[in-house]
């Protein structure tokens, strides 16, 4: 198949009139130029498939997800995720990390999409989120302690299948009783886990978000940084940090604060002090010169998944620059999720993963709000999923 358009590149920000050719579900080549007879247009203005590097497909993005997912059969896990895998991929999003969940729905809808009996996103799932005794998402996720109970754990998980780990630097706000930012796993835990996957070839994430948590994980050799920091930066973090990725996810308190009258009241009362520091850190860490990363915690309270363009919105809000926020969908998430030359990009050799957007995303952010078309390994998909309403979760 080859399609013409304008085409974006994000490793340049260069904006290109031609023609791209995808052969067995890859980019083949790119010529600029006109149309020929039998090219397949594509309108506006042409990006690779976006990467949401933070989603939790098992969760709905209500006022209750977590509450909801433990009413749920294990049926209606599946299908509801498998759901929300579509509508992501309606929505422009044609990869995603799946950062936690139970029953292992997230590793075996990544094996679904990947042989083609689903139409989805493509998925680089975690499988459970490794937390201690009690501590954050322990609701779903495994419970182990201690540097052998979490190498045994960690070990667990690969062989199940996970292709990323993921564990609980500090503790969150979705968790009742828990404090946020507080320490969780040490030093010691996680760089035990973080062998094993590196042994085994697979990246691992962090949800830390107190800087001491966070200055443990990367110690420890975690990958990438989830949320990040709820304190000031100290010169020591983001020297560390600046060696790593951080994945904000600026979206998830910015979906609690929405909420008010509706949430809990114990969970607004822990992300109300937090969220504005939340930002400030984020554009810190960006001024330091640290990789950023675009990814939603799609599924935690209002922040449905397929949102990422809110997202996108708020990381040029704290600063970055229109090309900074496309390479943070593209090629800085491939970067992160280790599938750098495979997606987010437009070279040769990559899935030919494509998305039509109304408008410029570096002259309006909004387009990110308007995909026209999306292609996905070459394939167009037609027609576009009519429920997807990426309004739907306005900015607080």
Same mark, same amino acid.
């Given at each position: 198949?080859?399609?013409?358009?304008?085409?974006?590149?994000?490793?340049?920000?260069? *904006?290109?009139?031609?023609?791209?050719?995808?052969?067995?579900?890859?980019?083949?080549?790119?010529?600029? !130029?006109?149309?020929?007879?039998?090219?397949?247009?594509?309108?506006?203005?042409?990006?690779?498939?976006?990467?949401?590097?933070?989603?939790?497909?098992?969760?709905?993005?209500?006022?209750?997800?977590?509450?909801?997912?433990?009413?749920?059969?294990?049926?209606? /896990?599946?299908?509801?995720?498998?759901?929300?895998?579509?509508?992501?991929?309606?929505?422009?999003?044609?990869?995603?990390?799946?950062?936690?969940?139970?029953?292992?729905?997230?590793?075996?809808?990544?094996?679904?999409?990947?042989?083609?009996?689903?139409?989805?996103?493509?998925?680089?799932?975690? #499988?459970?989120?490794?937390?201690?005794?009690?501590?954050?998402?322990?609701?779903?996720?495994?419970?182990?302690?201690?540097?052998?109970?979490?190498?045994?754990?960690? /070990?667990?998980?690969?062989?199940?299948?996970?292709?990323? @780990?993921?564990?609980?630097?500090?503790?969150?706000?979705?968790?009742?009783?828990?404090?946020?930012?507080?320490?969780?796993?040490? =030093?010691?835990?996680?760089?035990?886990?973080?062998?094993?996957?590196?042994?085994?070839?697979? *990246?691992?994430?962090?949800?830390?978000?107190? =800087?001491?948590?966070?200055?443990?994980?990367?110690?420890? #050799?975690?990958?990438?940084?989830?949320?990040?920091?709820?304190?000031?930066?100290?010169?020591?973090?983001?020297?560390?940090?600046?060696?790593?990725?951080?994945?904000?996810? @600026?979206?998830?308190?910015? &979906?609690?604060?929405?909420?008010?009258?509706? =949430?809990?009241?114990?969970?607004?009362?822990?992300?109300?002090?937090?969220? $504005? *520091?939340?930002?400030?850190?984020?554009?810190?860490?960006?001024?330091?010169?640290? =990789?950023?990363?675009?990814?939603?915690?799609?599924?935690?309270?209002?922040?449905?998944?397929?949102? @990422?363009?809110? $997202?996108?919105?708020?990381?040029?809000?704290?600063?970055?620059?229109?090309?900074?926020?496309?390479?943070?969908?593209?090629?800085?998430?491939?970067?992160?999720?280790?599938?750098?030359?495979?997606? !987010?990009?437009?070279?040769?050799?990559?899935?030919?993963? @494509?998305?039509?957007?109304? &408008?410029?995303?570096?002259?309006?952010?909004?387009?990110? $709000? *308007?995909?026209?078309?999306?292609?996905?390994?070459?394939?167009?998909?037609?027609?576009?999923?009519?429920?997807?309403?990426?309004?739907?979760?306005?900015?607080?």
């Amino acid at each position: 198949m080859i399609y013409h358009g304008t085409f974006l590149f994000p490793e340049s920000g260069e *904006r290109l009139s031609g023609r791209l050719g995808t052969e067995h579900g890859r980019i083949g080549w790119f010529e600029a !130029g006109d149309a020929r007879d039998g090219d397949v247009s594509l309108p506006g203005t042409v990006t690779p498939g976006l990467i949401d590097a933070h989603v939790h497909l098992t969760l709905d993005g209500g006022i209750d997800p977590v509450g909801t997912l433990l009413r749920q059969s294990l049926t209606e /896990r599946v299908l509801s995720a498998a759901q929300r895998l579509q509508r992501n991929l309606y929505a422009g999003i044609t990869t995603v990390r799946d950062l936690g969940g139970p029953n292992n729905i997230a590793v075996d809808l990544a094996k679904a999409v990947e042989a083609g009996t689903l139409t989805g996103s493509r998925v680089v799932a975690c #499988g459970h989120n490794l937390t201690m005794t009690g501590g954050h998402g322990h609701a779903f996720g495994r419970e182990a302690d201690g540097v052998d109970g979490v190498r045994r754990a960690a /070990r667990d998980e690969l062989k199940a299948g996970a292709a990323v @780990l993921k564990f609980m630097a500090t503790g969150g706000v979705l968790t009742p009783g828990v404090r946020a930012g507080a320490e969780a796993y040490t =030093l010691e835990e996680m760089r035990a886990g973080a062998e094993e996957a590196h042994k085994a070839g697979k *990246r691992t994430a962090a949800h830390a978000q107190g =800087l001491q948590g966070i200055k443990n994980a990367l110690r420890a #050799g975690i990958d990438t940084i989830e949320h990040g920091a709820f304190d000031e930066w100290d010169e020591e973090g983001l020297e560390l940090l600046l060696t790593r990725h951080l994945v904000p996810t @600026l979206a998830a308190p910015n &979906g609690i604060l929405g909420g008010r009258g509706q =949430l809990a009241a114990w969970i607004l009362d822990k992300t109300e002090p937090i969220a $504005e *520091r939340h930002q400030e850190t984020t554009a810190e860490a960006y001024r330091a010169g640290a =990789l950023i990363v675009a990814g939603t915690d799609a599924g935690t309270p209002l922040n449905p998944h397929g949102s @990422l363009s809110r $997202e996108l919105s708020l990381l040029r809000s704290v600063g970055l620059t229109p090309l900074g926020v496309l390479q943070a969908a593209t090629v800085t998430a491939a970067d992160a999720l280790d599938l750098t030359g495979l997606a !987010g990009t437009l070279t040769s050799g990559a899935h030919a993963d @494509l998305v039509a957007w109304d &408008g410029n995303p570096l002259e309006d952010i909004t387009a990110y $709000e *308007r995909p026209q078309v999306v292609v996905k390994g070459g394939v167009r998909l037609e027609p576009a999923d009519p429920s997807y309403t990426p309004t739907a979760a306005p900015l607080a």
